[in-house]
């Protein structure tokens, strides 16, 4: 019910501010829910106009947790995988282990030694990339 409401609407603000927003964050402004698109709304008129270093320090500080939970959001790139299945007994490995893995219960290779980080691009394969002028 609630999104057969705010579908329509998120659709038509997306369409008037279109014209405001620049054309590359489009796509990420179109898989934003409707608040985080208020946000970055926000957050967007505050850099366009240079507001940001003159903010006081507590709204400066609101400012740089929005704009961290935005791009957590919708800015990294999962690279790797996140296994399904059972979780590893934490009583197993009460320490850390030499290569850092077992740190998370739920993900026993996160932050082991080799995994990836999130990225704010998409993995390339280098190959045949490099320009020449």
Do not use: C
Not at 111 to 116: A, C
């Amino acid at each position: 019910m609630l999104s057969t409401i705010l579908l329509p609407l998120k659709n038509l603000i997306s369409a008037f501010l279109g014209h405001f927003v620049h054309k590359d964050f489009h796509e990420a402004l179109a898989r934003m829910t409707i608040i985080d698109a208020f946000l970055f709304l926000i957050v967007h008129a505050i850099d366009k106009l240079g507001l940001w270093p003159r903010l006081p320090v507590f709204m400066g500080l609101i400012y740089l947790a929005i704009r961290r939970r935005l791009h957590q959001e919708y800015n990294l790139i999962n690279v790797g995988s996140t296994p399904n299945g059972i979780r590893f007994n934490p009583a197993d490995f009460p320490f850390r282990t030499a290569n850092g893995s077992y740190n998370d219960p739920f993900n026993e290779v996160a932050g082991s030694q080799g995994t990836f980080f999130g990225r704010n691009i998409p993995p390339v394969d280098q190959e045949d990339k490099v320009y020449h002028d």
